[in-house]
Nanobody, 115 residues
Framework: QVRLVESGGGLVQAGGSLRLSCAASGSAVTTNVMAWYRQAPGKQRELVARIDPGGSINYADSVKGRFTISRSSAENTVYLQMNNLTPTDTAVYYC?????????WGQGTQVTVSS
């Protein structure tokens, strides 16, 4: 049973930083594609960053240079370091993997950036 548990969201001021964590069980973060998505109120869910088993990384243009995706095999956890946050980053952030023929999503964690 694949389970993704997120943590690290919260309320920060513009210019601040947060690190999101997604702890996986039932699958290995190093052998599956892992991704972070976000969804702001009234908007479609969008891809923020992804990392594949070979270590290749892709970012949305809007977060390049500010966000960093990484993973720890020892902790079986994927991270999203978010720096220089702006109010436009306010959204619910989700982690996702594709394993055993299915998509698996975390529960989402709220990130709110105040002006």
């Amino acid at each position: 049973q694949v389970r993704l548990v997120e943590s690290g969201g919260g309320l920060v001021q513009a210019g601040g930083s947060l690190r999101l964590s997604c702890a996986a069980s039932g699958s290995a973060v190093t052998t599956n594609v892992m991704a972070w998505y976000r969804q702001a109120p009234g908007k479609q869910r969008e891809l923020v960053a992804r990392i594949d088993p070979g270590g290749s990384i892709n970012y949305a243009d809007s977060v390049k240079g500010r966000f960093t995706i990484s993973r720890s095999s020892a902790e079986n956890t994927v991270y999203l370091q978010m720096n220089n946050l702006t109010p436009t980053d306010t959204a619910v952030y989700y982690c996702k993997t594709f394993y055993w023929g299915r998509e698996h999503w975390g529960q989402g964690t709220q990130v709110t950036v105040s002006s």
